[in-house]
């Protein structure tokens, strides 16, 4: 079992910035060849692919959305993922959702809670 917790939300302006922080315990992920993304879900849409960063590799994907303005990274000492967030837009808000799985499975199998991200125009 994985136990994901974000932190780091908040409320931001239009162009500001936000750090968003996704600590995994329950596992050992050196044990184990494990992707962790984010995702986000904004009111009246489905929850929609952010980015992965794939934990022994450190390979990224970033949606197209977000490419040039967010980024993802990790950290293995404190088993911490991390989505920075730059020059953020009204339509960056969000739920935003940080996941993990095997990575030899398609589906995402552990969840966070999720934390509210806001931007005002």
């Known amino acids: 079992q994985v136990q994901l917790v974000e932190s780091g939300g908040g409320l931001v302006q239009a162009g500001g910035s936000l750090r968003l922080s996704c600590e995994a315990s329950g596992r050992t992920f050196s044990s184990y060849d494990m992707d962790m993304g984010w995702f986000r879900q904004a009111p009246g849409k489905e929850r929609a692919f952010v980015a992965v960063?794939?934990?022994?590799?450190?390979?990224?994907y970033i949606a197209d959305s977000v490419k040039g303005r967010f980024t993802i990274s990790r950290d293995s000492a404190k088993n911490t993922v991390y989505l920075q967030m730059n020059n953020l837009k009204a339509e960056d808000t969000a739920v935003y959702y940080c996941?993990?799985?095997?990575?030899?499975?398609?589906?995402?199998?552990?969840w966070g809670q999720g934390t509210q991200v806001t931007v005002s125009s």
């Open positions: 960063i794939k934990w022994s590799t450190h390979i990224t």
């Open positions: 996941a993990a799985r095997e990575s030899r499975r398609n589906q995402y199998d552990y």
